[in-house]
């Protein structure tokens, strides 16, 4: 993967980051979504920001030898910090990591999230969470997308500012992603059926070791789950 060829996962995501948008790449790694984009015209401006030396110094690389240094910074900075307000900042972009990190990098910077339309995330798992923080901070997922690349499962979530109000089972599943109940979609849910209902056996095997609560939650997820691929 380099910023001429994404991943299938990163050209997803990539899909969801409208013309003319002034992206922000937070945790951006090699920055190659924002120079991606910035070659083919779509976005005007980006910013790729890391918190670790290793990848800023890769993504001042990137940026550098695709002579991009006028349109696409490059910052050493903790989360949101790496924006700045002559960014002018439309889009941000979060992407492989978890959904709990994304929560606290989101939670840390709502004054640099003026004038943002749009959140385009890429969870590494915490997805429930981080739908619970969404609409709670206000914010409507407008789009989802799930697809498996190298045997795992990632989802998309694209949220946009504004009201809703989601069940518990939406919450866990993606309010769009069970509507939409894709082939994808259906797969994960008959891989993770099978995963708590062993982890549920390896519970009772272990005869009181494992809080009340917890095979509570888990049994409340068998059961969600069952009922969605009924």
């Known amino acids: 993967m ?9 050209e997803r995501v990539a899909a969801y980051v409208p013309q003319g948008a002034r992206l922000a790449d937070i945790g951006s790694d090699h920055g190659f979504l924002p120079v991606a984009l910035m070659l083919r015209g779509v976005i005007e401006a980006g910013v790729a920001g890391e918190v670790a030396q290793v990848p800023f110094a890769s993504a001042q690389r990137t940026v550098s030898r695709n002579g991009l240094e006028a349109s696409v910074a490059v910052r050493l900075a903790d989360g949101l910090a790496a924006i700045e307000p002559q960014d002018r900042i439309t889009v941000v972009s979060l992407c492989g990591m978890g959904g709990d990190t994304m929560c606290a990098i989101l939670q840390a910077g709502p004054q640099r999230l003026a004038g943002v339309t749009r959140l385009v995330l890429q969870p590494n798992g915490g997805e429930r969470e981080l739908r619970q923080w969404l609409a709670g901070n206000g914010y409507r997922i407008v789009h989802e997308e799930l697809l498996r690349e190298n045997r795992f499962d990632y989802e998309i979530i694209v949220a946009e500012p504004g009201r809703a109000v989601y069940t518990a089972q939406q919450l866990y599943f993606g309010p769009l992603l069970m509507q939409e109940k894709s082939a994808a979609f259906l797969g ?11 982890t549920l056996a390896n519970f009772q095997r272990a005869r009181g ?15 969600w789950i069952t009922q969605l691929l009924a």
């Not at 380099?2 to 990163?10: F, K, M």
């Not at 809080?211 to 509570?216: E, F, M, R, T």
């Open 2 to 10: 380099n910023e001429q060829t994404l991943s299938r996962r990163l």
């Open 209 to 223: 070791a494992v809080p009340q609560a917890k095979i509570d939650d888990f049994n409340q997820q068998v059961g």
């Open 188 to 198: 994960k849910w008959q891989r993770m059926l099978r995963q708590k209902q062993h």
